[in-house]
């Protein structure tokens, strides 16, 4: 980061959020030019990071190094999944609510997809839980392509199509950026751009 620091560019890094809990690193990063942390959180839930094995997240420091990386200017864009097994219904919407309350200025976010030779796509071929084999299904953006748990393959789909389109409202953006209060004007274009995209995105179950 010194030597990028020299190049006065503009950067973006993925990290893991527990290396963000360094104010020292923090400092030299923002004066290296970095603008964004993407940081895949995956979820909210403990039960839910300790199922699939993320023990590096811990859900109980997420506020506090959140807010250190925002205090040095850089913007947090989360990767969040949906559809685990232990996502119930209620999951989006309070998705949703933290994700607000934390300030969180981006998200990039998936439905969870049992890629070919994973061993989630082996588990869920066992339990028969597989839609099909159409490859087309299992980009994790557009279509579901295995039998959740606790709802049905449309909920999880309309779920997360309305977790997308709310977390990109008006509403939403302005909610956030009064938490998170990092870089603001580029942090609303930034956001408005992702809400025109979101309108314009064609998807089907």
């Keep these: 980061m010194n030597e990028l620091k020299k190049l006065k560019k503009r950067w973006a890094a993925q990290v893991t959020l527990e290396r963000c809990n360094d104010e020292e690193l923090l400092k030299i990063a923002k004066e290296a030019g970095c603008t964004y942390f993407f940081v895949g959180l995956e979820s909210f839930s403990e039960e839910t990071l300790t199922s699939v094995n993320k023990g590096i997240n811990n859900v109980d420091k997420y506020k506090s190094i959140i807010q250190l990386i925002h205090k040095y200017g850089i913007c947090v864009q989360a990767g969040i999944i949906f559809g685990f097994d232990t996502d119930k219904k209620d999951v989006f919407k309070r998705t949703l609510n ?4 934390l300030g969180i200025d981006g998200v990039t976010v998936s439905i969870l997809t049992p890629l070919p030779k994973t061993p989630l796509y082996k588990q869920f071929k066992e339990e028969g839980r597989l839609i099909t084999d159409d490859w087309s299904y299992y980009n994790g953006k557009t279509r579901v392509a295995f039998y959740p748990k606790n709802m049905t393959a449309q909920e999880l789909f309309q779920g997360y199509m309305w977790f997308r389109k709310e977390f990109y409202s008006i509403k939403s ?10 870089n603001i004007l580029h942090n609303f274009i930034i956001n408005l751009g992702y809400k025109i995209s979101i309108r314009g995105t064609k998807t089907k179950l």
């Design 173 to 182: 953006i302005i909610k956030r950026l009064k938490v998170s209060r990092t």
């Design 98 to 101: 933290i994700c607000n309350d």
